[in-house]
């Protein structure tokens, strides 16, 4: 059904750029809600972006809102996000997950996740 791979991520220094992929190989990806959430050690896995179905709409988390666009392709099945403006706090796994067709910022709401992948930030 959905099989959700990551790519992507890495270290990168305090103002620099990242951008993670997601791909999916099942049938459905286009009718899904999806996002992306990260977890920091010693944390809660948190909300960080999420894009309807189609792509016409967004949210974000407060702490990202201006540094990190979160945006999809329907015709290759993935989703990605560009994070600009990166800071030390940013450093967490990183997760995508699919949903169904309904814009969701709560993780339990998410059906489908992705292996997740580290991004560290240094200062």
């Known amino acids: 059904q959905v099989q959700l791979v990551e790519a992507g991520g890495g270290l990168v220094q305090a103002g620099g750029s990242l951008r993670r992929s997601c791909a999916d190989a099942g049938r459905t990806f286009s009718s899904r809600a999806m996002a992306w959430f990260r977890q920091a050690p010693g944390k809660e896995r948190e909300f960080v972006a999420a894009?309807?179905?189609?792509?016409?709409?967004?949210n974000y988390a407060d702490s990202v809102k201006g540094r990190f666009t979160i945006s999809r392709d329907n015709a290759k099945n993935t989703v990605n996000l560009q994070m600009n403006s990166l800071k030390p706090e940013d450093t967490a796994v990183y997760y995508c997950?699919?949903?169904?067709?309904?814009?969701?910022?709560?993780?339990?709401?998410?059906?489908?996740w992705g292996q997740g992948t580290q991004v560290t930030v240094s200062s």
């Open positions: 894009i309807s179905p189609s792509g016409v709409r967004s």
């Open positions: 997950a699919a949903a169904g067709c309904l814009l969701y910022s709560t993780d339990s709401k998410y059906d489908y």
